[in-house]
Nanobody
Framework: QLRLKESGGGLVQPGGSLRLSCAAS????????IGWFRQAPGKEREGVSC????????NYADSVKGRFTISTDNAKNTVYLQINSLKPEDTAVYYC????????????????????WGQGTQVTVSS
């Protein structure tokens, strides 16, 4: 069974950068598309990005396009989310999740098309 563990969050000033990691164990990422979601206090979970198994397809929410970059290192069985030009509204717990439809990415608006939620990593953007 695939297990996902997020890391790399922290406190950063506006305009700063972080790289989040999603380390997989129990199964190879060769068969699963992986997504990133986030949830801010008092708000619903928001799909941020998704990458197909080959890395040939990446999707981003409009709110993060041009600032976030998702990538995969299959040799390390890890997916990364590089987040730049951070804004206070990016403050949230970030989760990596597995696509329920195998190697393809579901729409980011379809939270129930993803599974295997980890405990998340907190990102706080504040001066």
């Amino acid at each position: 069974q695939l297990r996902l563990k997020e890391s790399g969050g922290g406190l950063v000033q506006p305009g700063g950068s972080l790289r989040l990691s999603c380390a997989a164990s129990g199964a190879t990422l060769d068969y699963y598309a992986i997504g990133w979601f986030r949830q801010a206090p008092g708000k619903e979970r928001e799909g941020v990005s998704c990458i197909s198994t080959s890395g040939s397809t990446t999707n981003y929410a409009d709110s993060v396009k041009g600032r976030f970059t998702i990538s995969t290192d299959n040799a390390k069985n890890t997916v990364y989310l590089q987040i730049n030009s951070l804004k206070p509204e990016d403050t949230a717990v970030y989760y990596c999740v597995r696509s329920k439809i195998g190697y393809r990415c579901p729409p980011l608006s379809s939270v129930f098309s993803f599974t295997d939620w980890g405990q998340g990593t907190q990102v706080t953007v504040s001066s």
